[in-house]
Nanobody
């Protein structure tokens, strides 16, 4: 069974940085894509950043220039480096991984809280 374990969330002042990690239970090349979503209370889960196996990267407009997604293949880990954090970045962030065989398999981490104080 695929497991995704997030770490690195916490409380930071505006302008600060956090580094979120998502460790997968198997090679990240098992997945066609991995990424990060966020979901505030009462809202839908939204894509923040995603990286595909062949290296294509997508960012939400709100984080372009501030967040960077990357991979540590040896550690089966995807990283979200979050710089210049703003209070509006406050959210629960979820790691996501996708497999495609005969169907799409969508896996999620448990979520990690990011809080940015004013």
């Amino acid at each position: 069974q695929v497991q995704l374990v997030e770490s690195g969330g916490g409380l930071v002042q505006a302008g600060g940085s956090l580094r979120l990690s998502c460790a997968a239970s198997e090679s990240i090349f098992s997945f066609v894509a991995m990424g990060w979503y966020h979901q505030a209370p009462g809202n839908e889960r939204e894509l923040v950043a995603q990286i595909t196996t062949d290296g294509r990267i997508t960012y939400a407009d709100s984080v372009k220039g501030r967040f960077t997604i990357s991979r540590d293949n040896a550690k089966n880990t995807v990283i979200l480096q979050m710089n210049s954090l703003k209070p509006e970045d406050t959210n629960v962030y979820y790691c996501n991984a996708i497999k495609i065989r005969t169907a799409v398999y969508n896996y999620w981490g448990q979520g990690t809280q990011v809080t940015v104080s004013s």
